[in-house]
């Protein structure tokens, strides 16, 4: 059973950069598709981008150019890379890998935009 952790939450200012980590265990993720979701305090959690098997990436509007979301194979880790960011930014950060039917999602890694 795939397990992830997220880390590299943290709290940053406006303007401010963070690198996230999604580490995988207890399969190789490779083959599948990984996507980065955010949840706002009294908000739905919604889609922020996808990076495919193959290392192609998706981004949701209100992100792209700010976020790069990224994979490392070898060590079964993927990443988003958030600059410029923002207090709308705030959130808790989770990420999802979808193997055959299962969604399996890490804790989650707070991420607080604020001065």
């Known amino acids: 059973q795939v397990q992830l952790v997220e880390s590299g939450g943290g709290l940053v200012q406006p303007g401010g950069s963070l690198r996230l980590s999604c580490a995988a265990s207890?399969?190789?993720?490779?083959?599948?598709?990984m996507d980065w979701y955010r949840q706002a305090p009294g908000k739905q959690r919604e889609w922020v981008a996808r990076i495919t098997s193959g290392g192609s990436a998706l981004y949701t509007g209100s992100v792209r150019g700010r976020f790069t979301i990224s994979r490392d194979n070898a060590k079964n880790t993927g990443y988003l890379q958030m600059n410029s960011l923002q207090p709308e930014d705030t959130a808790v950060y989770y990420c999802m890998v979808t193997v055959r039917t299962n969604n399996y999602w890490g804790q989650g890694t707070q991420v607080t935009v604020s001065s």
């Open positions: 207890g399969g190789s993720v490779s083959a599948y598709n």
